[in-house]
Each structure stands twice: as C-alpha cells, then as structure tokens.
T-cell receptor, first 113, second 115 residues
Framework: DQQVKQNSPSLSVQEGRISILNCDYT??????FLWYKKYPAEGPTFLISISSIKDKNEDGRFTVFLNKSAKHLSLHIVPSQPGDSAVYFC????????????FGTGTRLQVFP | DTEVTQTPKHLVMGMTNKKSLKCEQHMGHRAMYWYKQKAKKPPELMFVYSYEKLSINESVPSRFSPECPNSSLLNLHLHALQPEDSALYLC??????????????FGPGTRLTVL
C-alpha cells in the first residue's frame, strides 16, 4: 500500500518555464512533508519542507504548496533550469515520528533548453 | 563539513560472503539511518539509530546487522545475502530536535550486487 504517491513518473519542461511536481498522500496522520532531489549516482538531497500548519513555503526558486483537505502537495520550480533535471521525491512523516520518512515513487524532471 | 560519506561505492559479493558497508558524518548529527532502494522504487527505511542506540528496525532480515560504534559512524554488516538483496543502500543522518528529528542528509549510497 503506497501511502505517498507521485502519479507522474516523468515531466519535461522548457528552460525558463514553471515545473510543477505533484504528490498525493493517503495517511491523514502525516503532517510534515519534504521534497528531495536525486541525481544519478548520488544520494537524495533535501530541497524544501512544509509543516501542516502552513499551506505554502518558499525558498528561492522553489515553492511547496500543501492542500491538507485534498491530501495533496506540489513543488513549483520557477524558472526551471537545465541543472534542475533530476528525480524528485516527496516524502511524508508524522511530526512526532519524523525519523520514519515515507517516500513517494519519484518524478523524473527533464528541463530542456 | 555537510557531507555523509559511504564506502565502498560499489560492492559485489557472493551469497556466502561476509561484508560491511560503512557510513560516516561529521555534522554532529545524533540520528543515523539505513535505507534500501531498488531500481525505480523509493528509498525504504531499514534501521534508525538515535544517540547510538537502535530505535527502529523495520522488520529487516537478520542477514543485515547494523552497528553504530560512535556518533559519527554507522555500519551495516552483511552475511548470507540473497540475489534479491541487490540494491542501492543509502545512509542518512539528521539532527535530533525538539519534537522529533530534523531533515535527513543522504550519502551517495553503496551499489550492492549479490551473485
């Protein structure tokens, strides 16, 4: 049973445009969410997180939106750059148990010139 | 130093071999983790150590044996593995903060192949 789902396995975006990566979760106990980026042959790199008390968190070109009622979060990258091409994982946990991250299946983003 | 290092990068072993994976961090993090990642799948948590004590074992078979000799080091001892154990093994570390644990920093992983 996949508690965190990324239904788009891949996404292709032109440089300079917005990339929107989506993530859905089923467990209503989750209240802390993270996005990681992974290049080939490297471990995941933390990008941005959001707590359920917020609906938006912004860090430079990266913004994460959380819709608790829909159990949905999204990562917006504006403007997209070729160096953003990677696999993006969303992850979720329960705040009192943040040692146990549940990862989504990942979305491969390709940003082309 | 904001890095988690893992050795070796690649490991090929037979089903009767005994080998160890090593992980090291010098960020002062007091929580360390082992994950297993199969191709085209998300990382799956195996073990968590908090303050050098095992706090989570996700029902991992005993042929995987973790060890945390000090706050900077984490080992995963492997014995009598099966071919289906072939995967990328990721180590991570995080701070222990009020209310839980902080964001996890991952190493590059060890690509394990069991013949």
């Amino acid at each position: 049973d996949q508690q965190v789902k990324q239904n788009s396995p891949s996404l292709s975006v032109q440089e300079g445009r917005i990339s929107i990566l989506n993530c859905d979760y089923t467990n209503s106990m989750f209240d802390y969410f993270l996005w990681y980026k992974k290049y080939p042959a490297e471990g995941p790199t933390f990008l941005i997180s959001i707590s359920s008390i917020k609906d938006k968190n912004e860090d430079g070109r990266f913004t994460v939106f959380l819709n608790k009622s829909a159990k949905h979060l999204s990562l917006h990258i504006v403007p997209s750059q070729p160096g953003d091409s990677a696999v993006y994982f969303c992850a979720a946990s329960r705040a009192y148990n943040t040692d146990k991250l549940i990862f989504g299946t990942g979305t491969r983003l390709q940003v082309f010139p | 130093d904001t890095e988690v290092t893992q050795t070796p990068k690649h490991l090929v072993m037979g089903m009767t071999n005994k080998k160890s994976l090593k992980c090291e961090q010098h960020m002062g993090h007091r929580a360390m983790y082992w994950y297993k990642q199969k191709a085209k799948k998300p990382p799956e948590l195996m073990f968590v150590y908090s303050y050098e004590k095992l706090s989570i074992n996700e029902s991992v078979p005993s042929r995987f044996s973790p060890e945390c000799p000090n706050s900077s080091l984490l080992n995963l001892h492997l014995h009598a593995l099966q071919p289906e154990d072939s995967a990328l093994y990721l180590c991570a570390s995080s701070q222990v903060i009020a209310g839980g644990l902080g964001e996890q920093f991952f190493g590059p992983g060890t690509r394990l192949t069991v013949l």
